[in-house]
């Protein structure tokens, strides 16, 4: 059983809108919700990758979702 996230869908898409808006930095964001920078940066490029529907409180998509990340990188690093 994975763990439950400790963000909502709503607190994850927001923190992702405000980035991209420009309106605030990830350290300021991670700062803010009390969780580390490299938390903040790894759920922007998932988000940016796979969409809203990337941020879903799920424990079981959420391996399947880092599966498919990996792949992802190992695919483009080796192009």
Known sequence: MGRKSKFSKETKIKACKDYRKGSNRF???AKSLGCDEKTIGQGYMTYLNYGSSAVDVS?????????????S??????S
Do not use: R
């Open 27 to 29: 350290g300021n964001i």
């Open 59 to 71: 424990n079981t998509n959420f391996l399947k979702m880092q599966g498919d990340i990996i792949k």
């Open 73 to 78: 990188v190992i695919l483009y690093k080796k």
